[in-house]
């Protein structure tokens, strides 16, 4: 289509973007960082395809309200958390066969926290986007919140979409969000005990009943280095 | 049999009204309204709780959760080519189209691409789940009005879409037919020239639509001037697909970062209306399908051939990061938040499903409109409760 954003095509310029800087992905940078100051503490940009930053805990209204209100990221697109402590359980709820196909060495539980882009220090952190749709742009906002004090400034009063991602945010994880107009259960039932989508939640079907596992791989087209003949 | 007098059956009526009476607060001015869980406007299993003054509402609480699957939980201890076959069922009226956005990141992670044709054909079914997806509301907003004949036209020629996908990929409504890599398998003989009639009869259709409802009285009596959104709302809401186009924004992903679909090299456009009323809704998602139909033409004439598979090992390990992959499904933007930790599984899949968003809004755009209005607003709305509840 003829109406591609100069800074968004992504097929002309994936060749050129590998030594070129992303300018429009950049430029947002430099602002973010200008404005945030000591609040934004890491980023990371891939060039052409995504930027992710990570904030304080004291400077995440205000990146989101920055952006929303400086930068023209209007559109809030979602908001959730992860936690990056890894299952107290190891890998005992994959299956034997995934487990001697896939990881030998994951017999040992392994409880270091390793997180993903920008880092970041707690085992808890919360992740959020925002598009700008004109420019055809989006941010990946993360930030830190402690073990200790499971609390967060609410975005409710910044885009107000917040609101039912962040009682999710809270039934899921357990992460509660301060100035929220009410932090109720969205999805389970309203005496649910504890955080499903904590790691060390365990999943109970798996505990009743062992999962199979790869019973049998697909013989996938085009696949003949194993078997020898052509599909 | 014991006989029960009047005045104990009297008693017994009124004890089992005041249990059903658990949720409703009596007011001397106001009345709580309970709509659902079952009710033929919440597609599947939504429950409102609406606070009435009169006819007008004053609050609506949205319940839901009564469908919840925990696929983001599930799909921690799924292998990545597993979680298609969950994935499919989050919007189960357009399914092919959950299954793209994920096999896209995870293929971004992997640095694989597909090969044209899987590409091609990839899009082709795509913009069949989006008809087969969006036909259904376009019999299901005559429905909303009392009219229903639109449903019953929906329901006939949708299953000419859905004959297609099941010849193509063996599944009706659960295709799970996209792989890491390219596709199952290419498509079957004659499936083309059957496609391309299944198409002609979708415009026909289109056609039907438009003359049993638009311009019809009753029917814009009821969505003209209804439920309106303005556009830095339904920004801020997170709305997307047909109802942030209907508000005036000028947004598709398809057309502004296609990613690993090819719509770019296709001669279509994107329809906006400036209302934001609920006859907009159902004006935009009308043209939507006519240019999906346009688009599966073109789609099936300039085919490339070659190959349906990239070179992908036998076990899917997808390398350590974090990628984030959206497309404009029927319903809206759909997104997968995936973080690999190097393994079989992903560490966490953050679905970001577009009905959501969309239904979010519903507490603020029906206060203060009247009880039937709540039902034309929320049909406009267009939501699939799997794709709210995952």
Redesign the interface.
């Known amino acids: 289509?003829s109406?591609?954003?100069s800074t968004?095509t992504?097929e002309e310029t994936a060749d050129v973007a590998e030594a070129a800087v992303d300018n429009a992905r950049s430029d947002l940078l430099t602002h973010l960082a200008a404005q945030l100051g000591d609040g934004l503490v890491e980023s990371h940009l891939a060039p052409d395809d995504?930027l992710?930053i990570r904030v304080t805990r004291e400077a995440w209204v205000d990146a989101g309200d920055y952006l929303?209100t400086g930068l023209g990221f209007?559109?809030?697109?979602?908001l959730?958390a992860?936690?990056w402590m890894p299952s107290p359980f190891g890998r005992d709820?994959?299956s034997q066969v995934?487990i001697e196909?896939?990881?030998d060495e994951?017999s040992e539980i392994d409880s270091s926290l390793?997180h993903?882009?920008t880092g970041g220090e707690t085992r808890f952190q919360v992740?959020a986007?925002v598009n700008d749709?004109v420019n055809?742009l989006?941010v990946?906002l993360k930030v830190d919140v402690p073990d200790d004090d499971l609390t967060l400034a609410s975005w409710t009063g910044v885009?107000?979409?917040a609101?039912?991602h962040e009682r999710e945010c809270w039934e899921?994880y357990g992460i509660s969000f301060d100035g929220h107009p009410g932090l109720r259960?969205?999805?389970?039932?309203s005496g649910f005990e504890g955080n499903?989508?904590r790691k060390d939640?365990p999943?109970l079907a798996?505990r009743l009943k062992p999962?199979p596992g790869?019973v049998d791989?697909?013989q996938?087209?085009?696949?003949d280095d194993?078997s020898g003949d052509a599909s | 049999m014991t006989a029960i007098s009047d005045r104990e059956q009297l008693a017994y009526i009124a004890a089992q009204a005041a249990d059903a009476r658990v949720n409703v607060e009596l007011e001397t001015e106001g009345m709580t309204l309970n709509i659902g869980p079952q009710h033929p406007a919440t597609h599947g299993t939504l429950r409102i709780v609406a606070k009435l003054d009169g006819e007008q509402v004053i609050a609506v609480d949205p319940i839901?959760?009564y469908m919840?699957r925990?696929y983001?939980?599930?799909a921690e201890?799924r292998?990545y080519?597993q979680v298609t076959t969950l994935i499919n069922r989050i919007d189960w009226v357009g399914s092919f189209a959950n299954e793209v956005p994920f096999i896209l990141a995870a293929e971004k992670l992997m640095e694989v691409e597909a090969p044209p044709r899987a590409q091609w054909i990839r899009t082709i079914l795509f913009e069949m789940s989006r008809i087969a997806n969006i036909s259904l509301f376009l019999g299901d907003m005559g429905l909303q009005v009392g009219a229903v004949t639109p449903a019953f036209f929906a329901f006939r020629d949708r299953e000419h879409v859905l004959n297609q996908i099941e010849a193509a990929t063996g599944g009706r409504f659960h295709p799970n037919f996209d792989?890491i890599?390219?596709?199952?398998?290419?498509l079957p003989a004659g499936w083309i020239t059957e496609t391309k009639r299944a198409m002609k009869k979708m415009r026909n259709f289109c056609d039907e639509i438009e003359g049993l409802l638009q311009g019809n009285e009753i029917f814009e009596a009821r969505t003209r001037g209804i439920g309106v959104i303005p556009a830095?709302?339904g920004?801020?809401?997170?709305l997307s697909g047909a109802n942030i186009r209907a508000s005036g924004?000028d947004?598709d992903t398809r057309?502004?970062?296609?990613?690993g679909l090819v719509?770019?090299e296709?001669d279509?456009k994107v329809w906006t209306h400036v209302d934001g009323d609920s006859f907009a809704r159902f004006w935009v998602r009308l043209q939507e399908v006519r240019e999906s139909t346009k688009m599966v033409d073109q789609l099936l004439d300039g085919l490339p051939g070659g190959?349906?598979?990239a070179?992908?090992p036998?076990?899917i390990?997808v390398p350590?990061?974090?990628?984030?992959v959206?497309t404009e499904n029927p319903l809206g933007?759909m997104?997968y938040?995936v973080?690999s930790?190097g393994?079989?599984?992903p560490y966490?899949v953050?679905i970001?499903s577009a009905s959501?968003?969309n239904i979010?809004?519903t507490p603020?755009l029906l206060k203060g409109v009247y009880v039937p209005d709540i039902i034309t607003i929320l049909g406009s709305l267009y939501f699939i409760l799997g794709d709210i509840?995952r």
């Open positions: 289509m109406r591609l954003s968004d992504p995504d992710w929303k209007q559109y809030f697109n979602f959730s992860i936690d709820m994959d995934d196909l896939g990881h994951a390793e993903g882009v992740f986007r749709i055809g989006g990946t885009f107000a979409g609101d039912w899921m259960h969205i999805y389970l039932p499903p989508l939640y999943l798996r999962w790869i791989v697909e996938m087209p085009g696949d194993e | 839901m959760g919840h925990g983001e939980k599930l201890v292998t080519p792989r890599g390219g596709l199952k398998d290419d830095d709302v920004l801020s809401y997170g924004v947004w057309r502004d970062n296609p990613g719509h770019n296709l279509w190959p349906i598979m070179k992908v036998r076990i390990k350590a990061g974090e990628a984030y959206e933007v997104g938040y973080v930790k393994d079989l599984v966490r953050k970001r959501f968003n979010s809004i603020w509840d």
